[in-house]
Protein backbone atom coordinates (compact mmCIF):
# COMPACT_ATOMS: atom_id res chain seq x y z
CA UNK A 1 0.00 0.00 0.00
CA UNK A 2 1.24 3.04 -1.03
CA UNK A 3 1.75 6.23 1.42
CA UNK A 4 1.14 9.90 0.70
CA UNK A 5 3.62 12.45 0.54
CA UNK A 6 3.57 13.96 3.72
CA UNK A 7 1.80 11.24 5.26
CA UNK A 8 4.67 10.48 8.46
CA UNK A 9 4.85 14.32 9.20
CA UNK A 10 0.90 14.52 9.67
CA UNK A 11 1.08 11.06 12.08
CA UNK A 12 4.08 13.05 14.10
CA UNK A 13 0.97 16.10 14.42
CA UNK A 14 -1.50 13.56 15.77
CA UNK A 15 0.21 13.23 19.42
CA UNK A 16 -1.55 16.65 20.47
CA UNK A 17 1.21 17.62 22.88
CA UNK A 18 3.85 17.53 19.53
CA UNK A 19 1.29 19.56 18.09
CA UNK A 20 0.96 22.03 21.12
CA UNK A 21 5.20 22.18 20.90
CA UNK A 22 5.28 23.14 17.51
CA UNK A 23 2.16 25.94 18.12
CA UNK A 24 4.07 27.31 20.61
CA UNK A 25 7.30 27.54 18.56
CA UNK A 26 5.47 29.43 15.74
CA UNK A 27 3.16 31.64 18.03
CA UNK A 28 6.83 32.31 19.61
CA UNK A 29 8.62 33.32 16.40
CA UNK A 30 5.53 35.14 14.67
CA UNK A 31 5.52 37.64 17.93
CA UNK A 32 9.12 37.99 18.01
CA UNK A 33 8.83 38.94 14.07
CA UNK A 34 6.05 41.16 15.02
CA UNK A 35 8.31 42.77 17.23
CA UNK A 36 11.65 43.31 15.05
CA UNK A 37 9.77 44.54 12.48
CA UNK A 38 7.69 47.24 14.51
CA UNK A 39 10.96 48.44 16.26
CA UNK A 40 12.34 48.45 12.59
CA UNK A 41 9.67 50.80 11.43
CA UNK A 42 10.30 52.90 14.72
CA UNK A 43 13.45 53.61 14.57
CA UNK A 44 13.92 53.32 10.99
CA UNK A 45 11.41 56.67 10.65
CA UNK A 46 14.06 58.68 12.80
CA UNK A 47 17.22 57.49 11.39
CA UNK A 48 18.36 54.83 14.13
CA UNK A 49 19.48 51.66 12.29
CA UNK A 50 22.18 50.95 14.35
CA UNK A 51 19.97 50.52 17.72
CA UNK A 52 17.55 48.94 15.66
CA UNK A 53 20.02 45.82 14.87
CA UNK A 54 20.66 45.95 18.18
CA UNK A 55 17.57 45.32 19.01
CA UNK A 56 16.77 42.44 15.78
CA UNK A 57 19.64 40.85 17.21
CA UNK A 58 18.00 40.78 21.36
CA UNK A 59 14.86 39.66 19.59
CA UNK A 60 16.81 36.85 18.08
CA UNK A 61 18.96 35.60 20.99
CA UNK A 62 15.37 35.97 23.33
CA UNK A 63 13.64 33.85 20.41
CA UNK A 64 16.17 31.42 20.61
CA UNK A 65 16.43 31.13 23.97
CA UNK A 66 12.84 30.85 24.72
CA UNK A 67 12.23 27.81 22.27
CA UNK A 68 15.65 26.59 24.16
CA UNK A 69 13.24 26.38 26.98
CA UNK A 70 9.84 25.17 25.48
CA UNK A 71 11.99 22.19 24.25
CA UNK A 72 13.94 21.64 27.21
CA UNK A 73 10.28 21.40 29.03
CA UNK A 74 8.91 19.15 26.60
CA UNK A 75 11.51 16.70 26.30
CA UNK A 76 11.74 16.44 30.41
CA UNK A 77 7.96 16.04 30.48
CA UNK A 78 8.59 12.98 27.26
CA UNK A 79 11.56 11.69 29.72
CA UNK A 80 9.15 11.32 32.48
CA UNK A 81 6.43 9.71 30.57
CA UNK A 82 9.20 7.28 29.03
CA UNK A 83 10.20 6.65 33.13
CA UNK A 84 6.97 6.11 33.74
CA UNK A 85 6.67 3.57 31.10
CA UNK A 86 9.99 1.77 32.47
CA UNK A 87 8.65 1.77 35.82
CA UNK A 88 5.65 -0.32 34.51
CA UNK A 89 7.72 -2.47 32.23
CA UNK A 90 9.62 -3.30 35.17
CA UNK A 91 7.15 -4.32 37.78
CA UNK A 92 5.18 -6.25 34.76
CA UNK A 93 8.71 -8.23 35.19
CA UNK A 94 8.96 -8.17 39.08
CA UNK A 95 5.93 -10.32 38.87
CA UNK A 96 2.55 -7.55 38.78
CA UNK A 97 0.56 -9.19 35.99
CA UNK A 98 -1.69 -6.15 36.27
CA UNK A 99 0.72 -3.19 35.70
CA UNK A 100 -0.25 -1.26 32.33
CA UNK A 101 1.60 1.77 30.80
CA UNK A 102 -0.89 4.69 30.45
CA UNK A 103 -1.31 4.90 26.77
CA UNK A 104 -4.88 7.20 26.65
CA UNK A 105 -2.98 9.77 24.19
CA UNK A 106 -2.77 9.77 20.59
CA UNK A 107 0.61 9.41 18.67
CA UNK A 108 3.15 7.34 17.28
CA UNK A 109 4.72 6.35 21.33
CA UNK A 110 1.47 6.44 22.79
CA UNK A 111 0.75 3.02 20.06
CA UNK A 112 3.72 1.34 20.99
CA UNK A 113 2.67 1.84 24.55
CA UNK A 114 -0.64 0.11 23.77
CA UNK A 115 1.53 -2.51 21.67
CA UNK A 116 3.23 -3.48 25.05
CA UNK A 117 0.07 -3.30 26.93
CA UNK A 118 -1.38 -6.01 24.38
CA UNK A 119 2.14 -8.01 24.76
CA UNK A 120 1.60 -8.14 28.37
CA UNK A 121 -2.10 -9.56 27.96
CA UNK A 122 -0.65 -12.36 25.55
CA UNK A 123 1.87 -12.96 27.78
CA UNK A 124 -0.17 -13.48 30.70
CA UNK A 125 -2.57 -16.05 28.47
CA UNK A 126 0.46 -17.68 27.59
CA UNK A 127 1.34 -18.08 31.50
CA UNK A 128 -2.11 -18.92 32.53
CA UNK A 129 -2.34 -21.63 29.70
CA UNK A 130 1.54 -23.14 31.34
CA UNK A 131 -0.43 -22.98 34.62
CA UNK A 132 -3.18 -25.07 33.56
CA UNK A 133 -0.67 -27.20 31.63
CA UNK A 134 1.69 -28.03 34.47
CA UNK A 135 -1.54 -28.42 37.39
CA UNK A 136 -2.94 -30.93 34.31
CA UNK A 137 0.20 -32.61 34.62
CA UNK A 138 0.60 -32.80 37.94
CA UNK A 139 -2.86 -34.24 39.06
CA UNK A 140 -2.59 -36.54 36.17
CA UNK A 141 0.60 -38.11 37.21
CA UNK A 142 -0.83 -37.48 41.13
CA UNK A 143 -3.74 -39.81 40.16
CA UNK A 144 -1.95 -42.40 38.48
CA UNK A 145 0.55 -42.49 41.26
CA UNK A 146 -1.81 -42.97 43.84
CA UNK A 147 -4.11 -45.56 41.82
CA UNK A 148 -0.51 -47.61 41.80
CA UNK A 149 -0.17 -47.27 45.17
CA UNK A 150 -3.01 -50.19 45.95
CA UNK A 151 -1.72 -52.80 43.26
CA UNK A 152 2.13 -52.09 44.89
CA UNK A 153 1.15 -52.99 48.31
CA UNK A 154 -1.11 -55.68 47.40
CA UNK A 155 2.21 -57.07 45.24
CA UNK A 156 4.54 -56.27 48.14
CA UNK A 157 1.74 -58.08 50.72
CA UNK A 158 1.80 -61.21 48.17
CA UNK A 159 5.39 -61.23 47.62
CA UNK A 160 5.67 -61.60 51.65
CA UNK A 161 3.51 -64.40 51.54
CA UNK A 162 5.15 -66.06 48.72
CA UNK A 163 8.45 -65.48 50.46
CA UNK A 164 7.17 -67.25 53.65
CA UNK A 165 6.06 -70.13 51.92
CA UNK A 166 9.18 -70.41 49.77
CA UNK A 167 11.40 -71.12 52.35
CA UNK A 168 12.39 -74.50 51.24
CA UNK A 169 12.28 -73.78 47.44
CA UNK A 170 15.81 -71.98 46.70
CA UNK A 171 14.41 -71.55 43.28
CA UNK A 172 10.92 -69.69 44.01
CA UNK A 173 12.72 -67.65 47.11
CA UNK A 174 14.94 -66.00 44.23
CA UNK A 175 12.11 -65.20 42.64
CA UNK A 176 10.74 -63.43 44.94
CA UNK A 177 13.76 -61.66 46.22
CA UNK A 178 13.89 -60.36 42.58
CA UNK A 179 9.91 -59.79 42.50
CA UNK A 180 10.74 -57.82 45.47
CA UNK A 181 13.59 -55.83 43.84
CA UNK A 182 11.40 -54.80 40.94
CA UNK A 183 8.52 -53.35 43.30
CA UNK A 184 11.21 -51.68 45.12
CA UNK A 185 12.25 -50.35 42.14
CA UNK A 186 8.66 -49.08 40.58
CA UNK A 187 7.56 -47.67 43.84
CA UNK A 188 10.97 -45.23 44.07
CA UNK A 189 9.48 -44.42 40.16
CA UNK A 190 6.50 -43.41 41.22
CA UNK A 191 7.54 -41.77 44.37
CA UNK A 192 9.94 -39.73 42.43
CA UNK A 193 7.72 -38.58 39.59
CA UNK A 194 5.10 -37.17 41.75
CA UNK A 195 7.78 -35.49 43.83
CA UNK A 196 9.44 -33.83 40.50
CA UNK A 197 5.67 -33.06 38.84
CA UNK A 198 5.02 -30.96 41.82
CA UNK A 199 8.18 -28.69 41.89
CA UNK A 200 7.67 -28.46 38.02
CA UNK A 201 3.89 -27.08 38.54
CA UNK A 202 5.23 -24.59 41.65
CA UNK A 203 2.28 -26.46 43.95
CA UNK A 204 4.99 -26.88 46.73
CA UNK A 205 5.62 -24.12 49.06
CA UNK A 206 9.63 -24.72 50.07
CA UNK A 207 8.85 -24.25 54.34
CA UNK A 208 11.93 -22.58 55.07
CA UNK A 209 13.56 -21.90 58.14
CA UNK A 210 16.98 -21.40 59.98
CA UNK A 211 18.65 -25.32 59.67
CA UNK A 212 21.76 -26.54 60.80
CA UNK A 213 23.94 -27.95 57.81
CA UNK A 214 26.06 -29.76 60.16
CA UNK A 215 23.07 -31.90 61.75
CA UNK A 216 21.11 -32.50 58.30
CA UNK A 217 24.23 -33.61 57.09
CA UNK A 218 24.16 -36.21 59.88
CA UNK A 219 20.98 -37.60 59.23
CA UNK A 220 21.82 -37.91 55.42
CA UNK A 221 24.57 -40.07 56.70
CA UNK A 222 22.62 -42.30 59.42
CA UNK A 223 20.38 -42.92 56.14
CA UNK A 224 23.10 -44.57 54.04
CA UNK A 225 25.44 -45.92 57.43
CA UNK A 226 23.55 -49.26 56.74
CA UNK A 227 24.01 -49.38 52.96
CA UNK A 228 27.79 -48.15 53.09
CA UNK A 229 28.99 -50.68 55.89
CA UNK A 230 27.55 -53.53 53.91
CA UNK A 231 29.23 -52.64 50.67
CA UNK A 232 31.99 -51.66 52.29
CA UNK A 233 32.36 -47.60 51.49
CA UNK A 234 32.69 -44.77 54.30
CA UNK A 235 30.70 -41.56 53.85
CA UNK A 236 33.03 -38.52 55.72
CA UNK A 237 31.30 -35.49 56.87
CA UNK A 238 33.17 -32.26 56.89
CA UNK A 239 32.31 -28.24 57.81
CA UNK A 240 31.91 -25.94 60.11
CA UNK A 241 28.98 -27.53 62.86
CA UNK A 242 27.66 -23.76 63.14
CA UNK A 243 27.40 -23.43 59.32
CA UNK A 244 23.01 -22.16 59.20
CA UNK A 245 21.28 -22.48 55.96
CA UNK A 246 17.58 -20.72 55.60
CA UNK A 247 15.70 -23.84 53.62
CA UNK A 248 13.70 -26.80 53.84
CA UNK A 249 15.18 -29.28 55.88
CA UNK A 250 13.13 -32.11 54.01
CA UNK A 251 13.30 -31.45 50.56
CA UNK A 252 17.46 -30.40 51.27
CA UNK A 253 18.04 -33.51 52.78
CA UNK A 254 15.63 -35.41 50.08
CA UNK A 255 18.45 -33.76 46.93
CA UNK A 256 21.43 -34.54 48.94
CA UNK A 257 19.82 -37.90 49.43
CA UNK A 258 19.96 -38.55 45.79
CA UNK A 259 23.85 -37.03 45.13
CA UNK A 260 24.57 -39.34 48.04
CA UNK A 261 22.63 -42.28 46.29
CA UNK A 262 24.35 -41.61 43.28
CA UNK A 263 27.72 -41.76 44.67
CA UNK A 264 27.39 -45.09 46.36
CA UNK A 265 25.43 -46.32 43.34
CA UNK A 266 28.39 -45.71 40.82
CA UNK A 267 31.72 -46.35 44.04
CA UNK A 268 33.16 -49.83 44.58
CA UNK A 269 33.76 -51.61 47.34
CA UNK A 270 36.84 -49.27 49.38
CA UNK A 271 34.91 -46.10 48.15
CA UNK A 272 34.84 -43.08 50.08
CA UNK A 273 32.18 -40.45 49.63
CA UNK A 274 32.68 -36.48 51.20
CA UNK A 275 29.81 -34.33 52.40
CA UNK A 276 31.23 -31.26 53.04
CA UNK A 277 29.90 -27.90 53.51
CA UNK A 278 32.04 -23.92 53.54
CA UNK A 279 30.69 -20.47 54.16
CA UNK A 280 32.04 -17.83 51.51
CA UNK A 281 31.32 -14.38 52.01
CA UNK A 282 27.55 -14.28 51.40
CA UNK A 283 27.02 -17.60 50.16
CA UNK A 284 27.45 -21.11 51.37
CA UNK A 285 28.77 -24.03 49.23
CA UNK A 286 27.55 -27.71 49.63
CA UNK A 287 29.61 -30.35 47.98
CA UNK A 288 29.23 -34.44 47.50
CA UNK A 289 32.23 -35.90 46.00
CA UNK A 290 33.17 -39.80 45.31
CA UNK A 291 35.94 -41.47 44.29
CA UNK A 292 33.96 -43.75 42.25
CA UNK A 293 33.96 -44.34 38.35
CA UNK A 294 33.01 -40.61 37.46
CA UNK A 295 30.93 -39.67 34.17
CA UNK A 296 31.60 -39.99 30.61
CA UNK A 297 32.60 -36.45 28.86
CA UNK A 298 29.98 -36.69 26.85
CA UNK A 299 27.22 -37.28 29.98
CA UNK A 300 28.21 -34.33 31.93
CA UNK A 301 26.00 -32.49 29.67
CA UNK A 302 22.87 -34.45 30.09
CA UNK A 303 23.30 -36.14 33.58
CA UNK A 304 20.12 -33.60 35.07
CA UNK A 305 18.02 -34.55 31.86
CA UNK A 306 15.14 -36.66 33.30
CA UNK A 307 15.26 -40.23 32.51
CA UNK A 308 18.86 -40.40 30.57
CA UNK A 309 21.08 -43.03 30.32
CA UNK A 310 24.34 -43.22 29.19
CA UNK A 311 25.59 -45.76 26.95
CA UNK A 312 28.68 -45.24 28.36
CA UNK A 313 27.34 -46.18 31.91
CA UNK A 314 27.49 -49.53 33.38
CA UNK A 315 24.98 -48.78 36.32
CA UNK A 316 21.33 -50.80 35.55
CA UNK A 317 19.57 -50.02 38.45
CA UNK A 318 18.86 -46.18 38.03
CA UNK A 319 15.88 -44.81 36.70
CA UNK A 320 17.14 -41.40 35.32
CA UNK A 321 14.97 -39.10 38.23
CA UNK A 322 17.14 -38.86 40.85
CA UNK A 323 19.67 -35.82 39.65
CA UNK A 324 17.11 -34.17 37.64
CA UNK A 325 14.89 -34.32 41.15
CA UNK A 326 17.93 -32.97 43.24
CA UNK A 327 18.81 -30.23 40.68
CA UNK A 328 14.99 -28.91 40.66
CA UNK A 329 14.72 -28.69 44.46
CA UNK A 330 18.36 -27.06 44.73
CA UNK A 331 17.05 -24.57 41.90
CA UNK A 332 13.55 -24.19 44.42
CA UNK A 333 15.73 -22.99 46.63
CA UNK A 334 17.10 -20.45 44.27
CA UNK A 335 20.37 -21.95 44.50
CA UNK A 336 22.83 -23.61 41.79
CA UNK A 337 23.82 -27.03 40.92
CA UNK A 338 27.05 -28.11 39.38
CA UNK A 339 29.56 -31.42 38.41
CA UNK A 340 32.60 -32.10 37.58
CA UNK A 341 33.64 -35.20 36.39
CA UNK A 342 36.33 -37.26 35.44
CA UNK A 343 36.05 -40.93 34.08
CA UNK A 344 38.01 -43.71 37.03
CA UNK A 345 38.70 -40.36 39.14
CA UNK A 346 35.47 -39.56 40.43
CA UNK A 347 32.48 -37.05 40.56
CA UNK A 348 31.70 -34.04 42.64
CA UNK A 349 28.45 -32.18 43.03
CA UNK A 350 28.54 -28.48 43.88
CA UNK A 351 25.47 -26.73 45.37
CA UNK A 352 25.72 -23.05 46.07
CA UNK A 353 22.76 -21.00 48.12
CA UNK A 354 23.27 -17.36 49.17
CA UNK A 355 22.91 -17.01 52.99
CA UNK A 356 19.60 -14.72 53.48
CA UNK A 357 17.71 -13.78 56.75
CA UNK A 358 15.65 -16.10 58.21
CA UNK A 359 12.11 -15.40 56.77
CA UNK A 360 8.86 -16.99 58.38
CA UNK A 361 7.44 -20.56 57.95
CA UNK A 362 4.82 -21.47 55.25
CA UNK A 363 2.53 -24.07 55.88
CA UNK A 364 2.70 -26.48 52.87
CA UNK A 365 3.00 -29.69 51.27
CA UNK A 366 6.57 -29.67 52.72
CA UNK A 367 7.16 -33.57 52.85
CA UNK A 368 8.79 -35.25 49.84
CA UNK A 369 7.80 -38.17 51.69
CA UNK A 370 3.93 -37.78 52.04
CA UNK A 371 3.32 -36.76 48.42
Request: net charge negative; glycine share 6%.
Amino acid sequence: MERKPGGKALKVLVNRKIKALFLKILMTMAAFMALSAGVVYYFGNIGAYDRALYFIFGCVLCTTLTILVILWKYFQEQDSIIEKAGEQVREYMAGNQEARIDCNEEGELYRLFHEVNSLAVVLNAHMEKERKSKEFLKNTISDISHQLKTPLAALNLYNGILQGEAQELPEVLEFTRLSEQELDRIETLVQSLLKITKLDAGTVVMERRSENVADMMENVRKHFAFRAECEGKEIRLSGNPDSMLVCDRTWMTEAVDNLVKNALDHTKEGGLIRITWKEQASMLRLTVADNGSGIHEADLYHIFKRFYRSRYSKDTQGIGLGLPLAKSIVEAHNGTIEVDSMEGKGTTFVMNFMTVPVVPAILSDSNPTNL
